[in-house]
């Protein structure tokens, strides 16, 4: 079973101080431990990149672009899944959503995939299912 990882996943594991720390720390651990493969998108790269740089600098940068980038499936988000994510940004008329998010959920549908590691709640109120602390399966 392949696992979809968000942005919020990926700040959590490399920020001590992240209140999700404890449980995203448990849960990478689990998921390292039993070879789960990893998905996310380029777009949940660039948002991951561009977050855990301005908040946590240059080590956790490396940290995240040596040693976590190399272990993931990225699914390049093309013209069409652009545009799937837009219009369901436009259509969800919420504020909180972002178009990153939106473009997770069309790959993650377009996949197959329905178990994400993410802190972000729009993925439950999705139809996704996010890991929890009692493992990651």
Known sequence: ?????????????????????????????????ESTPLVCTNYVLLEASALIQRRLGQKAMRVFEEDIVPILRIE????PVHQAAVRMLLDSRSRSLSLVDCASFVVMRQLGLDTAFAFDRHFQSRGFRCLRRSGAN
């Not at 390049?76 to 013209?79: L, Q, R, T």
């Open 76 to 79: 390049w988000v093309d013209e």
């Open 1 to 33: 079973m392949s696992v979809y990882v968000d942005t919020s996943a990926f700040f959590a594991v490399l920020d001590r101080d992240d209140s999700c720390h404890p449980v995203a720390e448990e849960l990478w651990k689990c998921l390292m431990r």
